[in-house]
């Protein structure tokens, strides 16, 4: 098999351990604490084990990298949404599995996001991880309801910004009763039934 000498993938997407994959977009929406990194974490530990090659881009940590000088106006949002698409497809044209783990609130961006990975040949299947706000508040994993309520913050998605949830999702998961392997298993199977595993 030959091999990219920089990205170490054949180019027919199989990849240098042997294990075949297409590559694919997974892209994880949801409000903040449903359950996106979670779930993401969880699926690529998944697949890593059956020796798939995967990456994780959760918008937490590719914000400070790729959009520092961003700030939180649906223009930025739109911005930092279309970095962290390119990002993305260029991952997955070279048969890796890439989950993105971003709120992405905006329906508009998303589907620029899926234009641009069909335009590519790059598959691209939108997960709304739609666990209801009251659900979330309750988790509030980084203390953003706490502070939305107290008058520190405003534009919270979900509470007092917009969210504009999918309307075609491929798949659209609660986590509020799901236990998180039954939620992977959900996205094994997608994974399974579009051929990219």
Same mark, same amino acid.
């Given at each position: ?12 997407? &199989?990849? #240098? ?18 359950? =996106?990194?979670?779930?993401?974490? &969880? ?11 995967? $990456? /994780? ?17 649906? $223009? ?17 044209? %070279? ?21 641009? %990975? ?9 997960? %709304? /991880? ?6 979330? $508040? #309750?988790?509030?994993? =980084?203390?953003?309801?706490? =502070? ?44 399974? =039934? $579009?051929?990219?595993?």
């Amino acid at each position: 098999m030959s091999l990219d000498a920089q990205t170490g993938f054949a180019p027919d997407g &199989a990849v #240098a351990s042997g294990v075949r994959t297409t590559g694919a977009t997974l892209w994880l929406t949801g409000l903040p604490s449903s359950g =996106k990194t979670t779930v993401a974490n &969880a699926l690529a530990a998944r697949l890593t084990g059956r020796g798939v090659a995967v $990456e /994780i881009l959760d918008g937490d940590a590719v914000r400070p990298v790729l959009s520092t000088e961003l700030g939180y106006s649906r $223009e930025d949002r739109d911005l930092n949404v279309a970095r962290i698409g390119w990002v993305a497809q260029r991952l997955s044209a %070279h048969g890796v599995v890439t989950i993105a783990s971003v709120v992405s609130p905006y329906a508009q961006a998303r589907d620029a996001v899926r234009d641009a %990975h069909r335009g590519a040949g790059v598959s691209f299947f939108e997960i %709304h /991880i739609a666990t209801p706000v009251a659900v979330c $508040e #309750a988790r509030d994993v =980084k203390g953003l309801y706490g =502070k939305q309520r107290n008058g520190g913050l405003l534009g919270l998605t979900g509470v007092d910004g917009s969210y504009e949830a999918p309307e075609n999702p491929e798949l659209r998961l609660d986590t509020s009763d799901r236990t998180v392997d039954g939620v992977v298993d959900e996205l094994v199977a997608l994974l399974q =039934k $579009e051929r990219v595993l």
